[in-house]
């Protein structure tokens, strides 16, 4: 028998007698002296080790010193109805001091499919962040091609379903509008981070990018609704700049801190 097919045997049976052993793995246990010391090691007696008392009690006194009192982890449709929640009223008190000029304005085939992407994806953020925030949640599309698809969405529907007409204030109107929905995104970002912080952030700059995108819907929302613009060059540009924008400051935000970590 080899060395390899002696330790084999020996793990098999432990604290196996030299007796029971076959006679090839006798014979080299008598040939082999690292085998043989091997064999003794394991057929002798186990040794336990303890600690000495005064130590084993500092030890004991300074993990329970450390110890504090945590609550317990949301799950993740107590997440899912928060972000919903906070995504709804960012919306309805939005609309409620802004007004709904756009929606005067706007034929209704574009505002119905402009609003559905809008509300769409809120609700697939809060499912994807939720999901984000539950350690062992399976995720039904990884949240960075997630936020991609929204975008692209709303800006394909904007600029095939608006019409194309520039306005000689385009650059003065934009920036304008864009900050204006910039502020009720960071308005929504606040307890969207606050209900984030509760969760196990496991990927920090992909939960800041889902939380700051989601935030960017809502400001999104408030100006597509109260914006007298109704353009596709304005809608297309300015107000998808407000979720883009917002999703990429999370991202920094979440990076930075994952660095920070």
Same mark, same amino acid.
């Given at each position: 028998m080899t060395c390899r097919q002696i330790d084999a045997l020996l793990d098999e049976g432990r604290n196996r007698p030299a007796s029971a052993l076959p006679r090839a793995a006798a014979d080299h246990l008598s040939a082999c002296q690292r085998c043989r010391g091997l064999f003794e /090691? &394991?057929?002798? !007696? $186990?040794?336990?080790f303890s600690l000495p008392p005064a130590v084993g009690a500092g030890i004991e006194k300074m993990v329970? %010193? $450390?110890?504090q009192p945590v609550s317990p982890m949301p799950s993740h449709w107590v997440f899912l109805l928060s972000f919903l929640g906070v995504f709804a009223v960012g919306i309805l008190l939005g609309s409620t001091l802004v007004g709904a000029g756009g929606l005067q304005r706007m034929? +209704? !085939? !574009?505002?119905?499919? /402009?609003? +559905?992407? &809008? /509300?769409a994806g809120?609700? &697939?953020?809060?499912?994807s /962040?939720? %999901?984000q925030l539950t !350690?062992? +949640? %399976?995720?039904?599309?990884?949240?960075?091609l997630l936020a991609p698809l929204i975008l692209a969405a709303f800006v394909v529907v904007a600029a095939v379903g608006l019409p =194309? *007409? =520039? $306005?000689? *204030?385009? =650059?003065? =109107?934009g920036p304008a509008c864009a900050g204006f929905g910039l502020l009720w995104s960071l308005l929504a970002a606040l307890p969207l981070v606050w209900l984030a912080r509760r969760g196990a952030v496991l990927r920090p700059a992909a939960a800041g990018a889902s939380a700051g995108l989601l935030a960017g819907l809502v400001g999104a929302a408030v100006i597509h609704l109260g914006c007298l613009n109704v353009t596709a060059p304005h809608a297309a540009l300015w107000h998808a700049a407000v979720p883009l924008t917002a999703a990429?400051?999370?991202?920094l935000l979440g990076s930075h801190s994952r660095r920070r970590a």
């Open positions: /090691l &394991l057929e002798g !007696p $186990s040794t336990q329970l %010193r $450390s110890l034929a +209704a !085939p !574009p505002f119905l499919a /402009l609003s +559905a992407i &809008l /509300l809120g609700v &697939l953020l809060s499912c /962040l939720s %999901r !350690p062992g +949640a %399976r995720h039904q599309m990884t949240p960075l =194309w *007409r =520039w $306005s000689s *204030r385009f =650059w003065v =109107w990429l400051a999370g991202l």
